[in-house]
């Protein structure tokens, strides 16, 4: 049974920074990917940043540049650091973790940028 929890969202001005966490009770050393998805009201889930186990990075386009994605090993954690935020950024933030051939879904976090 794999437990994930995030936390860090919250509320923060455009052009600030805010830093999520995810701890994950699966050990990173069994998952492919570590991925932070996000879904704003009405629109689909979408990727945000996903890391391989190798340390290997993916982004989607709209974050590009203002987002990082990291792991710590050690506490089974993955991280997503946030800078620059625009008001688009605003969304329900899930943390997803790819083992091998199941996925598992965190419960969410909000961050809302504002103006």
């Known amino acids: 049974q794999v437990q994930l929890r995030e936390s860090g969202g919250g509320t923060v001005q455009a052009g600030g920074s805010l830093r999520l966490s995810c701890y994950s009770s699966?050990?990173?050393?069994?998952?492919?990917?570590m991925s932070w998805y996000r879904q704003d009201p009405g629109k689909q889930r979408e990727l945000v940043a996903r890391i391989a186990n190798d340390g290997s990075t993916n982004y989607t386009d709209s974050v590009k540049g203002r987002v990082t994605i990291s792991r710590d090993r050690v506490r089974n954690t993955i991280a997503l650091q946030m800078d620059t935020l625009k008001a688009e950024d605003t969304a329900v933030y899930y943390c997803?973790?790819?083992?091998?051939?199941?996925?598992?879904w965190g419960q969410g976090t909000q961050v809302t940028v504002s103006s």
């Open positions: 997803k973790v790819q083992g091998r051939g199941r996925g598992y």
């Open positions: 699966l050990s990173m050393l069994r998952l492919n990917y």
